[in-house]
């Protein structure tokens, strides 16, 4: 019975959190550990997390301990993927972030097409991409679709949708932490995979990534300064700033 692998990055989302460990612990799939790095967060935030893990012998923390002054040296969410990379004992490897959440039969789904394919290396699911408004009800919401069998998954897949073997990280062993990245390590992370293996798709709607107001995407748009090499960033980069507001504009059109 293959196991999985789930990393979980967390910073200062003692609500939102809550959900996204839910989320695991209702998989249907159940021979799985949750790594959660959290990156020096708030004590709202590690008493949730400490709560959780203290009920649940397959949930693990992780703490960065970074400085303050530090934080803005790295894209963090990758520098908090690469600290729980030692510490995978699974044959499978997926992803997810604080204000996220999985759809409960993922893990099986995703777990078929490996037991049944040897060949397979990565799979990714459907996204449910929806707007919460202020109150976190959803306002609006939309299904990424899949692009099929692909060695392109830049900006076409999300981190949150994917799974893959753990042997991947002998040719990749690491994701690509520079500052100047942050808005996309992710996709720098699957051209890299790519280049070694085909993106297969699992025909389920795998998770739900939850667009809000104080979330990376949103404060992206809006050009806040939230890790250095923002400001190159916007000066070179411009038209990347809209892939979200392009995204939304595409899912939503034939609704509004």
């Not at 204000?99 to 699911?125: A, T, W």
């Not at 692009?147 to 949150?160: F, L, M, Q, S």
Request: glycine share 4%; with cysteine.
């Amino acid at each position: 019975m293959l196991k999985v692998s789930c990393i979980l990055t967390s910073y200062n989302r003692p609500v939102m959190i809550r959900d996204a460990i839910a989320s695991v612990l209702n998989q249907s799939y159940p021979n799985w550990e949750l790594l959660i790095v959290d990156d020096h967060s708030n004590r709202e935030t590690q008493e949730v997390l400490h709560a959780f893990a203290s009920a649940d012998s397959r949930i693990h923390i992780i703490q960065t301990g970074v400085s303050g002054q530090d934080r803005r040296n790295t894209t963090r969410y990758a520098t908090c993927i690469n600290m729980a990379i030692p510490h995978i004992t699974g044959e499978l490897v997926t992803y997810l972030t604080d204000d996220d959440i999985y759809y409960p039969e993922r893990f099986e789904k995703m777990i078929e097409v490996f037991e049944s394919n040897e060949h397979i290396h990565i799979v990714y699911g459907k996204q449910c991409f929806a707007v919460l408004a202020d109150d976190g009800q959803i306002h609006k919401s939309g299904i990424r679709p899949l692009v099929g069998i692909t060695r392109e998954p830049a900006e076409k897949i999300d981190h949150n949708s994917i799974m893959h073997r753990t042997s991947c990280f002998e040719l990749v062993p690491r994701w690509n932490d520079d500052p100047s990245i942050w808005a996309w390590a992710d996709a720098v992370f699957f051209q890299q995979l790519a280049a070694h293996w085909n993106f297969h798709p699992v025909d389920y709607v795998s998770d739900e990534h939850r667009y809000h107001a104080n979330s990376i995407q949103a404060k992206h748009n809006r050009q806040e300064k939230v890790y250095l090499g923002i400001t190159e960033f916007s000066k070179t980069n411009s038209k990347k700033r809209n892939r979200f507001d392009e995204l939304i504009d595409l899912l939503f059109r034939k609704k509004e």
